[in-house]
């Protein structure tokens, strides 16, 4: 990205009254750019640029309320412009600033019993939240089909790609020998999204990217960041990410959620397909993205190839996707026209 640092600078004052001493670009998140900024008050700022195009003030708003009127101390939100009419922005990149914590991210490897069961808590404690409807009615909603046109259209342009760019050259190479595994979970994603739209389900405020890399361990808590997606949605929107804990029978995980709550498997299933098509959608888009840079693009292409396994045999999460339930319904294996 090509930005020059004082068109930061000005922006973070115009739109957030910070006077920023010093800026310092930090290697961290997909798709977007992130800074940690000092003001004038030796206070530190986390600075995020993305490609959003939604309106920042949204998701402060809610996460405020969380965090303030609710008390949900691991609620970390973006903190609102003063003027919560103008949309901050950065030479066309949605401008976000978070208070700057210290402390580190958790991953799967590093998931204790005991950071189990505190991110079981906070995501119950969550997810029982009854918002006012003056909230509530700004966040977006769970409508099942997010991916499903983006990710059919780019493979289909990907596979039939015929210039002579290298990345992409390499891209349909990579796309036409996972052909049928691309095409199964495209087709399987499509049939439970068709499921899921004919059902009714208790919609709640969900984080809905809460990977244990969203989740940073401080002296005294675990905290959850880069609300950037917060929406309504089921619970199982956030649950996907801990399927494995929240699905083996008594774990730390499940008694500390609430064993009450009983996990619709069809949901997980429709989660797991969708985080796939975005995938295919993320790291498509990104090698038809010239602008991006080489660097950019060819950890692009190798995370796409990486979502089938780093062996020759199936594995990552396409995988993971195509061992999940499907419902028994009279959507069975058809194409929908959709490669037409």
């Known amino acids: 990205m090509n930005i020059d640092e004082s068109s930061i600078f000005s922006a973070v004052q115009e739109y957030f009254s910070l006077h920023l001493q010093s800026l310092e670009f ?11 900024g000092r003001d004038q008050n030796h206070s530190s700022w986390l600075i995020k640029l993305s490609r959003l ?31 919560q009419r103008a949309i901050p922005e950065v030479n066309g990149y949605d401008l976000s600033i978070y208070p700057f914590l210290e402390g580190k991210t958790l991953s799967y490897d590093l998931l204790s019993k005991e950071h189990q069961a505190e991110i079981a ?3 119950r404690r969550m997810h029982d939240v009854k918002l006012p409807q003056h909230l509530s009615a700004l966040l977006p909603k769970e409508t099942f089909d997010k991916f499903q046109g983006s990710a059919r259209n780019l493979v289909k342009k990907a596979k039939e790609y015929s ?26 994603g499509y049939r439970l999204s068709q499921y899921c739209k004919q059902h009714t389900y208790e919609l709640v405020v969900c984080h809905a990217d809460i990977h244990p890399f969203n989740i940073l361990q401080t002296a005294t808590n675990l905290v959850m960041i880069d609300w950037d997606g917060i929406m309504l949605a089921p619970r199982e929107r956030d649950l996907m990410f801990y399927r ?24 997980m299933s429709y989660y797991n397909y969708e985080w796939v098509l975005q995938e295919y959608t993320d790291y498509i888009e990104r090698q038809f993205d010239v602008q991006s840079g080489e660097e950019a693009r060819a950890h692009a292409l190798n995370e796409f190839h990486a979502l089938f396994g780093s062996q020759e045999e199936l594995d990552g999460v396409v995988k993971e996707a195509l061992c999940s339930p499907l419902p028994d319904s009279s959507l069975r294996r058809h194409h929908f026209g959709m490669w037409q």
């Open 26 to 36: 930090m290697p961290v998140g997909e798709g977007s750019w992130v800074y940690k």
């Open 163 to 188: 210039g002579n760019d290298v990345f992409l050259e390499r891209l349909r190479e990579v796309v036409l020998s996972k052909w049928n595994v691309i095409e199964r979970t495209i087709e399987n």
């Open 244 to 267: 494995q804990e929240i699905n083996a029978a008594n774990s730390d995980f499940q008694r500390a959620y609430g064993l009450d709550y009983q996990v619709d498997p069809y949901l």
């Open 121 to 123: 808590q906070d995501l």
């Open 53 to 83: 195009h939604t309106s920042m003030s949204t998701g402060a708003r809610v996460t405020a309320y969380l965090h303030d009127e609710v008390g949900l101390s691991f609620v970390i939100g973006s903190i609102l412009a003063p003027d």
